[in-house]
C-alpha cells in the first residue's frame, strides 16, 4: 500500500503468518514520480522518492526486512511507464519478486498510462515479457478484476503466456463488497500460473471462501493496516 507498507510496518506484520511481504507501491522514472507528487499535493498517502535514491532506497529496504525475516520473500510493488526501470529493480540482490503495477487507479496514473490503465496498453505482453526476460528475480503481475472494457480472464491467459511467474489479483467487483469468488474460481480452473487472489480476506468466513476458490495463495491489505489481524491466517 502506496505510503504505508515500509520495511517498519512489514516487519510488525509479518509474525501474524505472511510468508511473502510486498514493499510500495513505488514510483520508478519521472512520469510516475510527477504523478506520485501531485497525488501527495492532494492529501493522498504515496512513497516519495527521487529518480536519484529510488533504488537504493528499495535495496536498504529490502535488507531491512530480510535481516529480521531471512526466511520471508520480498517482493517490491512498483509502477513505470516503460520496462526498464522495473527490471533495475528486479536485479536488486536479495529481491524475491518484482511486482509490475497493473492496478492503481488514482487518475494522476491513469493519465500517463500507468497503474490499472496497462491493461489496456496494445504492448503489455512485450513489456512483461522484456522484464521476464531481464531479471534475476521472479515477477508478478498485479491486476484489478473486471475493469470495464477489459476480460480479465483473457488479461491472465496474456500474463502467464508473457512468461510472469505470478498473477496477483485484486477479484474487485462493483457494486459488491466482497471479492468476485466465481471469476477467482474460473481463473484458478483455467490458467498455469500461481494465481494469488485478493481482496476482502478480512474474517475467517471471507479467507475459508477465498481457499475453495482454488488460489495458491492469498494476499491482506486493509485488514493489516491495523496490525491486528483477529483471524488465523496460517492453517492455508
Ligand atoms: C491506502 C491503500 C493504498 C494502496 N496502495 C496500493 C499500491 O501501492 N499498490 C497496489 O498494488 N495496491 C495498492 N492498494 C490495494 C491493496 O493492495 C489491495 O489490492 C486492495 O486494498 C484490496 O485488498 P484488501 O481487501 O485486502 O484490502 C492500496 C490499498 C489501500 C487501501
Given amino acids: 500500500m502506496a505510503g504505508i507498507t515500509d520495511s517498519d510496518f512489514l516487519n510488525k506484520v509479518i509474525p501474524y503468518g505472511f510468508n511473502v511481504a510486498t514493499l510500495g507501491?513505488?514510483?520508478?522514472?519521472?512520469?510516475?514520480?510527477?504523478?506520485?507528487?501531485?497525488?501527495?499535493?492532494?492529501?493522498?498517502?504515496?512513497?516519495?522518492?527521487?529518480?536519484?535514491?529510488?533504488?537504493?532506497?528499495?535495496?536498504?529496504e529490502v535488507n531491512s526486512i530480510k535481516n529480521v525475516h531471512g526466511d520471508v520473500k520480498v517482493s517490491a510493488n512498483v509502477r513505470s511507464t516503460t520496462p526498464q526501470p522495473i527490471i533495475e529493480?528486479?536485479?536488486?540482490?536479495?529481491?524475491?519478486?518484482?511486482?509490475?503495477?497493473?492496478h492503481c487507479r488514482q487518475n494522476e496514473i491513469l493519465d500517463i498510462g500507468?497503474?490499472?490503465?496497462?491493461?489496456n496498453r496494445p504492448d503489455l505482453s512485450d513489456f512483461i515479457?522484456?522484464?521476464?526476460?531481464?531479471?534475476?528475480s521472479e515477477v508478478s503481475v498485479k491486476i484489478r478484476a473486471n475493469v470495464d472494457g477489459t476480460d480479465t480472464l483473457q488479461l491472465a491467459g496474456l500474463i502467464e503466456d508473457a512468461g510472469a511467474d505470478y498473477l496477483?489479483?485484486?477479484a474487485m467487483k462493483k457494486g459488491v463488497f466482497e471479492a468476485d469468488w466465481?471469476?477467482?474460481?474460473?481463473?484458478?480452473?483455467?490458467?498455469?500460473i500461481k494465481v494469488i487472489g485478493n481482496n476482502s480476506v478480512n474474517s475467517q468466513e471471507n479467507l475459508q471462501r477465498?481457499?475453495?476458490?482454488?488460489?495458491?495463495?492469498?494476499?491482506?491489505?486493509?485488514?493489516?493496516?491495523?496490525?491486528?489481524?483477529?483471524?488465523?491466517?496460517?492453517?492455508?
Fill in 25 to 60: 507501491g513505488y514510483s520508478l522514472d519521472s512520469a510516475t514520480i510527477e504523478a506520485s507528487k501531485k497525488i501527495i499535493e492532494r492529501g493522498r498517502k504515496e512513497f516519495d522518492f527521487s529518480l536519484d535514491e529510488i533504488f537504493t532506497h528499495i535495496e536498504n
Fill in 89 to 102: 529493480v528486479g536485479n536488486i540482490k536479495n529481491l524475491d519478486i518484482v511486482e509490475i503495477n497493473c
Fill in 114 to 119: 500507468c497503474g490499472q490503465e496497462m491493461l
Fill in 129 to 136: 515479457s522484456q522484464i521476464v526476460d531481464n531479471v534475476e
Fill in 168 to 170: 496477483h489479483i485484486d
Fill in 182 to 192: 466465481d471469476l477467482l474460481t474460473k481463473i484458478s480452473n483455467n490458467v498455469d
Fill in 210 to 236: 477465498m481457499i475453495e476458490t482454488g488460489v495458491d495463495g492469498f494476499s491482506i491489505a486493509r485488514s493489516v493496516i491495523s496490525g491486528n489481524l483477529d483471524f488465523n491466517i496460517t492453517n492455508f
